[in-house]
């Protein structure tokens, strides 16, 4: 499911939204006054949870003997695969086209070989004539087909109509203005109390109704108290040090992020600085210019639909992917707008955003189209992947939400595909010379109140984030435990409810309903401000992306050098636990809203229950960019240059390596040559195609390295 909790607006009415993905069939809680899907299948105690698939479509392995045969065989979409015994039961199921799931990227055909990605297909037959049960069944006879899978739906089963809650003038949050003043100009940054939480120290207090009877056994012990406490962010300031993340670091333009959601708007004024544009595509002209496989690629991709158009204003649209992109990278300090975690500040440009859109208004998607996406993140140039969604978590209550996979090791033999392609980009992404080779998965951990975070994030190898209010205490909805590994402000409104001054019909007034929510960006067609409140712990999981995005960032600058496991248990190792794990202590009152009653019902959760349960603790970005500079990490290395004969390849050194000025000599002048021009960059010109040893000095150190050149451009420079 995608995992967000969207805030609703209309009647005074709040309703929690869970958008089941990856096939997961939506179930919604009838304490939201949300119905059931009409489709849920129930599985008997015991068995495999199986998502719901796609009629008539099949994702097989081959074996990798055949894939010559494959390759001679196979367009892009072809009848036949060339291999008998395959063609024979394609013959009797009716089937009429094999793909490749991966396009290839010349750049990348032998890694892709490597992970086996060629060796993946996509094949559609006539549903009329037989199931994908039994079409699986025969394919999986042959000893040429290693694994046969459904082509899982990716579905939104949720109310087109519910979006977020606009941004307001008169909407109310809590937090002094210190941070404003000292660190960003951003006009609505103290309303965003997950970047920077000063408590209560502005002396803000809220009253409370007694005439409402939905309020009239409370004790006044039980209702006032801070419920906003100071430093339960994501740690960006220090008050007085100048040793605050954001004092050493805001983002940097190399780092890139891979947004997997509803399309990001492209056009923001607080986004589209750092939007992600592909240098080497020339918009608009139908030409795959940079040979990935995709054409007019300039922003990232619509996997949907399958072409370059990124959209985020479809009537059925929340604005999710703009919301989440807001949190790791709208831009900071333009007198305008949010702060983010790592949107750099106009003189100093922060990380970028490739929107790999996977939801689009009310069409469905496929798993297909979504390993699509993270292959095409990872090739080009993205570390850090940002999922708010998932399956749904094992430990659900069955009755409202079914059931997701138990354990690692079934979620891996029945979805072997989403499993592959999230190996090629953890193992694949990034660069062996840059700040950080490998990429990080970052995943919600779901919102279904479960003791088990939902896979693909439970996977030991995926960063899977639970949610946390404005006083580090666990939001109620968020999953927890098993499998969670970190934890992030996502928002609680339920728990601040009761801070609300109730007004017409006894619920609050919307101009105050958004306390303890987190504020990000929206469409206009979502919010006319361009701004707005969503939660959940897909709200939680971008400000995990921001930080990690933001690790990364000063890595580069501090020319640091992490493999993507390194990176990931750093992570861990810098998080709060102290922070989350003494918040949960006691019972936390919440109110949630009964529609058949029309009152707001108080209840209530033993926080004992998630101690030592929130995954390592509360990210904290201070910590972290405090570990770099301790040393963690290797020094990185001037990369290999690869360039074709009669090119060029131009390279600056700086981003490696911590010099004032660099010299380069070329042992072999005769199959390479180099200068270094007077902006410290270095021009490197393949003359005849070979390989020569090379060494680049500089401050009195020198590192060697390889010149190779090639016939016809090859995959540039590593």
Known sequence: MIFYRTLVNSNRKMKKVNIYALGALALMTALCACSKDALEERKEPGSVWEPASLDGEVVVKFAPYVSDILEKSSGVAATRSGVLSVDEVLDIVGGYELERVFPSDPRFADREKEAGLNLWYLVRFDDSRCSVDDVIAELSSLGEIQAAVPNRIIKRSYNPSVKAVPFTEASVQTRSSWAASNYFNDKYLPYQWNMVNNGEDDGSRYTIDRDNPAFADIADEDYFGHKFVKDADVNLVSDQTGKGAWD????????????????????????????????????????????????????????????????????????????????????????????????????????????????????????????KAIKYAADNGAVVLQCSFGYTSSEANSQEYGQGYRTQEEWEEQCPLEKIALDYFIHNAGSPNGPIYGGIAVFASGNEYAPAAGFPGAADFCVSVAATAGDATPAPYTNYSTGTTISAPGGDRDYYFEYIGLQDDGIGASSRSTVGTVLSTLPENVSPSGYGYMEGTSMACPHVSGVVALGISYAARMHRHFTSEEFRQMLYDTANGDMVNNAASGRKYYYRYLADLGLAHRTYFNMSDYKWQMGAGQVDAGALLDMIDGGAGVPMKFPNIYVAAGAEVTVNPAFYLDGDSFEVSISDTGIAAAEVLSDGNVVFKGVKAGSTSATITYDGKSQAFAVTVRNTAGTGWL
């Open 248 to 371: 050493r670091c805001t983002g940097d333009p190399s780092v890139i992020v891979a947004v997997l959601d509803e399309g990001v708007c492209l056009d923001h004024p607080d986004l589209s600085p750092n939007i992600w544009h592909n240098s080497d595509e020339i918009p608009g002209n139908g030409i795959d210019d940079d040979g990935n496989g995709y054409v007019d690629d300039i922003n990232g991709y619509n996997f949907i639909v399958g072409t370059p158009d990124i959209t985020w204003n479809a009537a059925e649209d929340t604005g999710h992917g703009t919301h989440v992109a807001g949190v790791i990278a709208a831009v900071n300090d333009n007198g305008t707008g949010i702060s983010s975690i790592a949107g750099g500040t106009p003189d100093s440009p922060g990380v970028k955003i490739m929107s790999c859109q996977v939801f689009s208004g009310n069409m469905a998607n496929s798993s297909v189209d979504l390993v």
